[in-house]
Nanobody, 121 residues
Framework: VQLVESGGGLVQAGGSLRLSCAAS????????IGWFRQAPGKEREGVSC????????FYGDFVKGRFTISSDNAKKTVYLQMNSLKPEDTAVYYC???????????????WGQGTQVTVSS
């Protein structure tokens, strides 16, 4: 599986960004794709994930309604709309794909290269 991320960048606090992750090479129709993030000196944390099997989603507690994940199943592309961004959202965001959300949360599966998101105060 190959994952190509786009959409990172620099934004002011309170602003918005949309990340995209295009997946290819799946050998099955159901999958879970989502985003982790890692800030310098901090542990990696799960941001959000979408399951094509039943449309279920996962969000990290820190998202608190600010981020929305969506999917274009035909394109096997997942989008993360991030609103009301805060300086503490600054991190490298990694797209990851697995068979299920459970496996995704455990870090199993394929990973993208990462895209930098920087939120200035």
């Amino acid at each position: 599986v190959q994952l190509v991320e786009s959409g990172g960048g620099l934004v002011q606090a309170g602003g918005s960004l949309r990340l995209s992750c295009a997946a290819s090479g799946f050998t099955r129709d159901d999958y879970a794709i989502g985003w982790f993030r890692q800030a310098p000196g901090k542990e990696r944390e799960g941001v959000s994930c979408f399951s094509s099997r039943d449309g279920s989603t996962f969000y990290g507690d820190f998202v608190k309604g600010r981020f929305t994940i969506s999917s274009d199943n035909a394109k096997k592309t997942v989008y993360l709309q991030m609103n009301s961004l805060k300086p503490e959202d600054t991190a490298v965001y990694y797209c990851a794909a697995a068979r299920t959300i459970t496996e995704w949360r455990m870090g199993f599966g394929s990973w993208g290269q990462g895209t930098q998101v920087t939120v200035s105060s």
